[in-house]
């Protein structure tokens, strides 16, 4: 595996309500402790979160902490991405997350832009070199793939268009990754890939995000989880048990370092992270 300076990152979903701010504020605030290289921040296809992301955005990069939003292409025209990019110029955001998106439900058009590549193609078009392009990956293969080899070519037109670094789908088998990583290589990709990390506090939740985005959970580890039934605590320690292993495992092979996807949440990262024995800036 080729070796890549490590970068840590957290991921947030916009909140709705002001309860939603207040408990995000107090999430991000903790984990900022850790010293993240990055906050990120999804954003609803077609531009249904815009105005909550660029405002969370704006709210942890006023505390002097780089946050990159989210930017998905599908059901948006080009002119709604132009105006997209250039106020995040305007706020001296430099770095991006590009995603093509799921179509939103009851709209039939896909938009101008149908896949993540030609959105990083039209950013570097629009902005040059302005932004830092973060695109998504799947170990695992995405949901809508036909075989490895065009999860391979998919994933390079993305990095050939302007990418910088990726950030995988959450797996809970490292083998897959290494694979994926070194299928990669092969085939002339050269940038970080950095593992997707969803933390267990929930198994029924759980099993219907990874139902959605056709994310692994191994049967020994369902069956495992599904036997606690309503025991959230037992859940949980199994959880922590199970993730923190698989993110010692991948960071003692290499792996660029982590992105966790929260859920908004700091108690299960956070522990993750002392259990790792990492070091904020680590």
């Not at 759980?206 to 039934?229: H, N, T, V």
């Amino acid at each position: 595996m080729k070796q890549h300076p490590r970068a840590f990152s957290f991921e947030f979903f916009p909140p709705k309500t002001p309860q939603g701010k207040a408990k995000l504020r107090t999430t991000w605030q903790q984990l900022a402790q850790l010293q993240p290289r990055f906050f990120s921040v999804t954003f609803g296809a077609g531009g249904s979160t815009q105005q909550g992301t660029i405002e969370t955005v704006l709210e942890i990069r006023s505390a002097g902490h780089e946050a990159a939003p989210h930017l998905s292409c599908v059901a948006s025209s080009k002119a709604d991405i132009a105006a997209i990019l250039e106020n995040y110029k305007a706020n001296g955001i430099r770095h991006i997350v590009a995603l093509r998106g799921d179509l939103p439900s009851g709209v039939a058009m896909a938009g101008e832009l149908r896949y993540a590549n030609e959105l990083v193609a039209f950013i570097r078009e629009t902005t040059g070199d302005w932004f830092n392009i973060e695109v998504g990956c799947y170990p695992e293969y995405h949901p809508q793939t036909r075989n490895a080899p065009d999860e391979i070519r998919n994933f390079k037109r993305k990095i050939d268009a302007g990418a910088n670094a990726a950030m995988t789908q959450y797996f809970y088998n490292p083998d897959a990754y290494f694979r994926f990583v070194d299928e990669c290589e092969a085939a002339g990709i050269s940038i970080p890939i950095v593992p997707g990390i969803m933390p267990i506090g929930n198994f029924s939740q759980l099993a219907r995000f990874s139902d959605a985005c056709g994310a692994e959970i191994p049967r020994w580890l369902r069956i495992k989880l599904e036997g606690y039934r309503d025991d959230a605590a037992s859940i949980r320690a199994c959880g922590l048990d199970v993730v923190t292993a698989l993110c010692d495992r991948l960071l003692s092979a290499g792996a660029p370092g982590l992105h966790f996807y929260t859920l908004n949440q700091a108690g299960l990262t956070s522990t993750i992270w002392e259990r790792l024995g990492l070091n904020a800036a680590d």
